[in-house]
């Protein structure tokens, strides 16, 4: 019988609720053992990791928490997570984490608000400013920027593209795998590669960057979790702060965060050459008087 430990101030999990482990731990090696030992004394924390975050603290390679998630019978880390999530979270948390089923309109907008506000703020205290100085002068001298993105990143990725193909850089944005990967392919030393993952744990986004790696482009990483396998794979990580949890697909108060790291570097890189960048702004300014009544 497998025993549990509550994070604090987190309600008692059951041993029932997390049967897909105690069901198969006959057959974890000691390694994987490891990784049950550490999800089942600490199911709420667990569920707000990525695989990096997990594979430290249990003390485990990041291939082997997917293989006790494989061993137990989910196909991967994020399938394993849901289920996790499933098992100890309220599931009116996996809607947003602040909310109650007792709140109105008001007060869900309130909260909704506050996350997306408390999501910036703890970001602009934790931001690795030395990073983000670096990527700033790497987006100025590059010849190309592109911009990956999936899912809700995907629309982080797009805005990027808007505003930097506003200033006249040559830049592309992509949310389609192949796309991603032929567009890596084709750049070149001092181009540039700014990859969002809320997640960063998207296998795709991962080769895209060992991709553009390989022919010398250099590689940003705009995500929730510091410590994941895109943050490894990227030459700078600029990582948001936020309480959101990570087994959600859907970025919500971090998609706030991460558009906001992009309109930092946008502005960083418009102040390195105003003239050139500003004449550039008037020119599609103008171009869109006729647009509008």
Not at 23 to 51: C, F, G, M, W
Not at 114 to 122: E, K, P, R
Not at 207 to 230: C, D, F, L, N, R
């Amino acid at each position: 019988m497998i025993g549990f430990m509550e994070d604090e101030n987190s309600p008692p999990v059951s041993v029932a609720a997390l049967s897909f482990i105690s069901d198969r731990r006959s057959e974890l090696r000691k390694s994987e053992e490891k990784v049950a030992n550490y999800v089942t004394a600490h199911p709420q924390k667990v569920v707000h990791y990525s695989i990096s975050e997990l594979a430290e603290s249990a003390n485990v390679s990041e291939p082997t928490v997917i293989r006790f998630c494989r061993r137990i019978g989910f196909k991967g880390y994020q399938d394993f997570k849901i289920a996790l999530a499933q098992s100890v979270v309220p599931r009116i948390k996996i809607i947003h984490e602040s909310i109650t089923e007792h709140d109105n309109a008001q007060s869900l907008t309130l909260k909704v608000f506050q996350a997306n506000i408390s999501a910036v703020q703890d970001s602009l205290q934790s931001l690795d400013y030395i990073a983000l100085e670096r990527v700033i002068e790497a987006c100025t001298n590059a010849g190309t920027i592109l911009f990956f993105g999936l899912g809700g990143s995907a629309s982080v990725a797009l805005d990027a593209y808007h505003k930097f193909f506003r200033l006249g850089i040559h830049c592309n944005w992509y949310e389609d795998t192949h796309m991603q990967a032929m567009g890596a392919s084709m750049l070149s030393a001092g181009d540039v590669v700014i990859a969002i993952s809320h997640s960063g744990s998207s296998k795709d986004i991962v080769e895209a960057i060992e991709i553009a790696t390989e022919v010398g482009a250099t590689t940003v990483a705009v995500t929730s979790h510091g410590k994941s396998p895109v943050s490894q794979a990227a030459t700078y990580v600029l990582s948001a702060s936020t309480t959101e949890t990570s087994y959600r697909f859907e970025p919500m108060s971090s998609r706030i965060a991460h558009l906001s790291i992009i309109d930092a570097i946008a502005v960083g890189v418009s102040m390195r050459r105003q003239d050139h960048y500003m004449d550039n702004v008037r020119q599609t300014r103008r171009a869109l008087v006729r647009k509008r009544y």
